[in-house]
């Protein structure tokens, strides 16, 4: 039996909160738990047969240097120093086991894998199970707030199929937020655990109420001296989890936050040893504020926003996420709600109203229970590094995002738990607040199902994105990249020119249209986009290349070749430029110019067939034919069956008067190519003269 002491336990979660749980519910709690994984697993699926996306998925993994190589992923690199301006080795380093697990041999790499030897679909089966095991950590930590199993079943299922989710589990590169999640969600259900166990000693000398141990029948009831080193094994692993949080994503800098607000309003342990305990996490934060800036100082992707604006910036986006966590329908990847978009609204000074009055009402309410406020703290605080306060990369792009509401869905999970905990089942309004979650958990999972599907492939992501926001010139882009691979040319140039209509300093895009409109056979236009993307970006030795390939195309070889003389004054010694400036060349006649480029060409790639050919060709016609015989014979090496090299040989071996070797040579090169007619005409010529 409890000891008395004559004091009361400030454990209680809510004074009309259930009693403790029995000890059979330890095992009566599997049912849901096990539903929970079933339900959360079939609403995703799907996801496991998806492909890589270019949203990120191909620069993070597919066409990652250090991730792809032949020898196998470094997994070392991530550790030592920061990617693409983030320190974040740890979601690399499990991106690099799976890919030392996953990859495929040549022949089973299937066509829409753009050459990629990772499967996707190992990746994408490693997001469905994090996500689960997600969902169940959510269920221990709600199972500790509300002490009761089905709201707590119901929480933490709002926490999985909310469509919010959709793109943390069905985005390869949404494995961040997942692994993330997973560690934070350790790091606080530890620290639930500690908390609880430590507010129980402190108030009643004994273990608190709250279903953290479950003793045997039978068996001594444990004290608190029993408790204390089992204490302080929770407080060590939740230590261990928020570093490892870290180490995935800089923004579990919240951590501390959200573990105070649960620990102050719901354990009721004084704020003053929650920040004693927390002093660790604390500390930890600041060393990682400086890691973060020191990986971030050669960033200059990111946008700059005054300071008086950003919480104007914040309270728009608290407000879209709490509109599209009630409606969430149009969800997408882009919404285009960034602040230079928003801040041309008289709306955009208004919405912080929202968050706001949401926050007073729940802070009024906290007399009551402490829940309804500590569910809306942990909503907020876990998107305090993400909603503008502090400018990101994305943010050009869009504040909000749905990836960004991954954990902080753990907010409104509490709060539904809260609900139905407090359900009377012999009133009318409880009975209505029973109903209406189970409709909006249906209607949540429904379009969680639907939503995922949106993500099978970069035609689906871009297409739903546009139908989204039609203002999306990202996705404009991509999709019109996306089809342009498939053929279908007509419909990426309406894309592409949708794209920089909408951004016209967008330098790329006006050079993948007019490479486009060159394949359509549009030259004028395809110039003139081409020449907007030189405008854009000088320095880009890419777009001049397109525009020589367009000039060559259409007979300008001296317009060619100025465009390639610049390509090589931004990128020299670029083995493809030289060789592209030595063909130009050629063609209008300046042999020796030619023969220098195509030289540097070879010097830089000495496996050119090709340039070996037309150096012997630029040589030959100079005068220069015993110089131009090694040429022929180091392109008939490396591509044995080059026909025009053997037909330049043999001729070349016919005025140095050695017919019989350039007999020989036309013969091999009529054999290669029967239908040449100028082949067959100098055999003709050489043998005749033999004959004589």
Same mark, same amino acid.
């Given at each position: 039996m409890r000891k008395s002491t004559g004091k009361v336990s400030t454990v209680a979660v809510d004074s009309e909160a259930a009693p403790p749980l029995a000890v059979g519910?330890?095992?009566?709690?599997?049912?849901?738990?096990?539903?929970?994984?079933?339900?959360?697993?079939?609403?995703?699926?799907?996801?496991?047969? %998806?492909?890589? #996306?270019?949203?990120?998925?191909?620069?993070? &993994?597919?066409?990652?240097?250090? /991730?792809?190589?032949?020898?196998? =992923?470094?997994?070392?690199?991530?550790?030592?120093?920061?990617?693409?301006?983030? %320190?974040?080795? #740890?979601?690399?380093?499990?991106?690099?086991? &799976?890919?030392?697990?996953?990859? /495929?041999?040549?022949?089973?790499? =299937?066509?829409?894998?753009?050459?990629?030897?990772?499967?996707?679909?190992?990746?994408?089966?490693?997001?469905?199970i994090m996500h689960a095991l997600n969902v169940l950590l959510v269920f221990l930590i709600l199972r500790i707030l509300v002490r009761k199993d089905w709201p707590a079943f119901a929480g933490a299922l709002l926490f999985g199929i909310h469509p919010f989710q959709d793109e943390s589990v069905a985005w390869i590169t949404g494995a961040n937020e997942l692994l993330y999640g997973f560690f934070a969600l350790l790091a606080l259900w530890q620290y639930l655990l500690f908390a609880t166990k430590t507010a129980g000693d402190e108030t009643t000398g004994d273990p608190p109420s709250l279903p953290t141990r479950v003793g045997r029948p039978g068996k001594r009831a444990p004290t608190a001296q029993d408790d204390t080193p089992i204490r302080w094994l929770h407080y060590a692993a939740s230590c261990l989890f928020f570093g490892l949080a870290l180490l995935t994503k800089p923004t579990a800098v919240c951590l501390p936050l959200i573990a105070a607000v649960l620990d102050i309003w719901v354990v009721r342990r004084p704020a003053v040893k929650v920040a004693v305990g927390l002093l660790p996490w604390l500390i930890a934060c600041g060393v990682w504020v400086y890691v973060t800036a020191w990986a971030r100082q050669a960033d200059t992707q990111v946008d700059q926003i005054a300071l008086w604006p950003r919480p104007f910036v914040a309270g728009d986006a608290l407000a879209f996420y709490l509109y599209k966590l009630i409606l969430p329908f149009n969800m997408g990847i882009d919404y285009g709600h960034n602040p230079e978009s928003t801040m041309t609204h008289w709306w955009f000074y208004a919405t912080f109203l929202v968050p706001l009055v949401v926050g007073v009402v729940m802070w009024t309410f906290r007399r009551v229970s402490p829940l309804p406020w500590a569910a809306f703290g942990v909503f907020l605080v876990a998107l305090l590094p993400t909603i503008g306060l502090v400018p990101t990369e994305f943010q050009s792009y869009s504040t909000v995002a749905d990836r960004y509401m991954y954990l902080a869905m753990l907010g409104p999970a509490v709060a539904m738990s809260w609900l139905l905990a407090r359900v009377d089942w012999e009133q009318t309004l409880s009975l209505l607040a029973v109903a209406a979650c189970?409709?909006?958990?249906?209607?949540?999972?429904?379009?969680?199902?639907?939503?995922?599907?949106?993500?099978?492939?970069?035609?689906?992501?871009?297409?739903?994105?546009?139908?989204?926001?039609?203002?999306?010139?990202?996705?404009?882009?991509?999709?019109?990249?996306?089809?342009?691979?498939?053929?279908?040319?007509?419909?990426?140039a309406s894309h592409l020119r949708a794209a920089v209509t909408i951004a016209p300093d967008f330098a790329d895009g006006f050079n993948n249209l007019g490479v486009v409109l060159d394949a359509l056979g549009h030259e004028p236009e395809a110039i003139d986009a081409l020449q907007k993307a030189v405008n854009l970006d000088p320095g880009n030795a890419f777009y001049r290349i397109s525009m020589a390939q367009v000039y060559e195309k259409t007979g300008r070889d001296a317009d060619a070749a100025t465009a390639y003389e610049a390509a090589l004054q931004t990128q020299p010694n670029d083995p493809d430029t030289e060789f592209h400036l030595g063909m130009d060349l050629l063609g209008t006649g300046k042999l020796a110019d030619a023969a220098t480029h195509l030289a540097q060409s070879l010097a830089l790639n000495p496996d050119n067939a090709v340039a070996?050919?037309?150096?012997?060709?630029?040589?030959?016609?100079?005068?220069?034919?015993?110089?131009?015989?090694?040429?022929?014979?180091?392109?008939?090496?490396?591509?044995?069956?080059?026909?025009?090299?053997?037909f330049n040989y043999g001729q070349a071996l016919g005025e140095l008067g050695r017919t019989q070797q350039a007999i020989a040579e036309y013969q091999t090169a009529l054999k290669l190519s029967p239908q040449s007619a100028l082949t067959r005409a100098a055999l003709a010529r050489l043998q005749s003269g033999a004959k004589r």
């Open positions: 519910n330890r095992y009566q709690s599997l049912i849901p738990a096990i539903l929970l994984v079933i339900i959360t697993l079939a609403v995703f699926q799907s996801t496991r047969s %998806y492909q890589f #996306l270019s949203w990120d998925d191909h620069v993070n &993994i597919t066409q990652n240097e250090h /991730l792809n190589r032949p020898s196998g =992923p470094d997994f070392g690199f991530y550790w030592r120093q920061p990617f693409l301006f983030t %320190y974040r080795p #740890l979601i690399y380093t499990a991106w690099s086991f &799976i890919a030392d697990h996953a990859r /495929l041999a040549p022949s089973q790499i =299937p066509p829409d894998n753009d050459g990629c030897p990772f499967d996707a679909h190992a990746y994408h089966t490693a997001n469905w189970s409709l909006f958990l249906a209607a949540s999972g429904t379009l969680a199902l639907i939503h995922a599907r949106d993500f099978r492939d970069d035609g689906a992501v871009y297409g739903h994105a546009i139908a989204v926001n039609p203002r999306s010139w990202v996705s404009q882009y991509n999709l019109g990249r996306y089809v342009a691979d498939r053929g279908r040319l007509d419909e990426a070996e050919n037309h150096l012997g060709v630029a040589l030959a016609r100079q005068g220069k034919i015993p110089d131009a015989l090694p040429h022929w014979q180091n392109a008939i090496q490396l591509q044995p069956d080059y026909a025009s090299a053997h």
